[in-house]
């Protein structure tokens, strides 16, 4: 596994994974944190890879 990389855990990182979960739509979270649907999507992969493991289960509409 690669090394955590802990400069990826910010607040703007953090928001939207609370964000993903509140609204259980990455889109929606995208937007609420005034970032783009592509940079969102990449920095939650980017947690999930950190955490080893997927944070929502990817549903055609939306997240859990």
Known sequence: APPLNLARF??????LAVA???????TAA?????????????????LEDAWGSPLFER??????
């Open 30 to 46: 995208a937007r609420a944190s005034h970032l783009a649907l592509a940079a969102a999507s990449r920095r939650i992969r980017e």
């Open 59 to 64: 549903h055609a509409k939306g997240l859990s």
């Open 20 to 26: 993903c979960a509140q609204t259980g739509s990455l």
């Open 10 to 15: 910010d607040l703007v990182s953090i928001r």
